[in-house]
Every structure is written in structure tokens, then in C-alpha cells.
């Protein structure tokens, strides 16, 4: 149906949906408005709709804990952490925000892949930032459970795992929710998870400002991290779909 001015009310359904529109709308804005058009490159899912704010989020987060880390004080085993932790970020979202604008099956099925890969490199520098901290400490006697972000910290790890782990045997290996029509209607719950997750992320990167180690030498402000995240949920969020979240 047209409106006054010629142009549709609804989208068009894409017989590759099942004749549903639910995965074209966002949880702000109209029904397309941060979906993968057909011959769009899966690239530029990272920039559709608010994607660009997050983009910058995530850059933003980068340049200013590398900056702080390079330009103060020398460089130290324990200055992997947050080198590795912010970069291991950067491409944990672009993983979300390269999977959340598909909606036909062909897309999602490039999407996920893609998805896993940039999951699996995630794990990988996570993985480095954690490992040499634990070095560190045992090299020096530190004590664990220091702070806030010592607790959220090690949470945010086993989340992480546990999440990669759903994902991938999902993905990869099926048949051990029975079958692939059992395994899909997890995915939803994956979904949620991640997205909780990052939210967790963004507490455990903020209570790091909170740390000795950033009061005395990096001296990265609370309040420019908060901005930070703040534009990352605004980057991330309104792109999510309602029906992938059985909404």
C-alpha cells in the first residue's frame, strides 16, 4: 500500500524472510532503517544507521588507552592488558555490528561466518591482555582481586568463554542442542547474552579508570570513558532487531 506521496508504507517482503518483516525492524526507527540491502557489500553493515557512532566509539576507545599507555610512564609487561583489552573491544564490535543488519538467509549465513571470525580474533587478543597480567603478577607477587575491576574482570572472562563457546558449537556443531531447528531457537538467547554482556564490558573497562594503575599512571578520566560507552550503546542498540530477540 502507498501513502499520499507514492512511497510504500511497508517495506517490501523478501521471499528469503519467509514473508516476515520483523528482522527489517530495529528497536528505534522504521522497518529497513539498519538492514543489508541486497547488493550492499556485508562491509558496510558496520556504518548502516547508528553503526557510524559506534564505529567511532570504538575507535575513540582505542586512541585514548594506546595514547595513555604510550605517552606516560614506560612500557612494562602489564601495559599488554590494556593495549590488548581495547583492541580485543574494537573488534568484538565489529563483530556485533557486521551480523545485526542481515536478514535474508544468504546474508545471515556470510554474516555469521564473518561473525565467528571476528569472535574468534576477539578471544585470541582477550586472551594475550589476560595472560599477561596473570604473568605480571605472578612475576611481581601481585595480589588478585584488588579492585572492582579485578571482580568484573574475571566475570567478564568466563561470560566471554561461555558465550564464545554457545556460539560457536551453535554454529559449528548443532546436533548437540538436537539437531539445527534446536540449536536456532537458542540463538536468541545468545543474542540477549551478548548484548548484556557488552553492557558488562563497558562497566568492567569503566571501573578500570577507578585502578591504581590509571590514577597514577595513565590517567584516563572517568567521565571520557563514560562518554565513551554511552556513544556505543547509542551506536549499538537502536540497530538491534525485534524478532531475533523474539520480540
Not at 550492499?40 to 559506534?54: F, S
Amino acid at each position: 500500500m502507498a501513502s499520499a506521496t507514492g512511497i510504500p508504507q511497508h517495506p517490501p517482503i523478501n521471499p528469503d524472510d519467509g514473508g516476515e518483516q520483523g528482522d527489517l525492524e530495529p528497536l528505534l526507527g522504521r522497518p529497513g532503517d539498519a538492514s543489508q540491502r541486497d547488493d550492499a557489500p556485508i562491509i558496510k553493515n558496520l556504518i548502516i544507521g547508528t553503526g557510524v557512532i559506534a564505529e567511532a566509539a570504538g575507535v575513540l576507545l582505542v586512541a585514548s588507552v594506546w595514547a595513555a599507555v604510550f605517552l606516560n610512564g614506560p612500557l612494562i609487561l602489564f601495559s599488554v592488558h590494556p593495549l590488548a583489552q581495547s583492541v580485543g573491544l574494537l573488534v568484538l564490535i565489529q563483530s556485533i555490528l557486521v551480523l545485526q543488519p542481515t536478514h535474508t538467509g544468504a546474508q545471515k549465513q556470510v554474516g555469521q561466518k564473518v561473525h565467528a571470525g571476528l569472535n574468534f580474533l576477539a578471544f585470541v587478543i582477550f586472551a594475550v591482555g589476560v595472560v599477561s597480567i596473570e604473568v605480571n603478577k605472578f612475576i611481581n607477587n601481585g595480589v588478585h582481586f584488588h579492585s572492582a575491576h579485578g571482580f568484573l574482570g574475571v566475570i567478564s572472562s568466563f561470560w566471554l568463554l561461555a558465550q564464545y563457546v554457545v556460539g560457536f558449537t551453535m554454529f559449528g556443531v548443532p546436533k548437540l542442542y538436537g539437531g539445527e531447528a534446536n540449536a536456532k531457537k537458542v540463538w536468541k538467547y545468545h543474542r540477549l547474552s551478548g548484548y548484556v554482556l557488552l553492557l558488562f564490558l563497558a562497566a568492567t573497562v569503566i571501573s578500570a579508570t577507578q585502578t591504581d594503575y590509571n590514577l597514577n599512571v595513565l590517567g584516563i578520566k572517568l567521565w571520557a570513558t563514560v562518554v565513551i560507552f554511552v556513544l556505543l550503546i547509542i551506536g549499538v542498540f537502536p540497530r538491534i532487531k525485534k524478532q531475533k530477540l523474539g520480540l
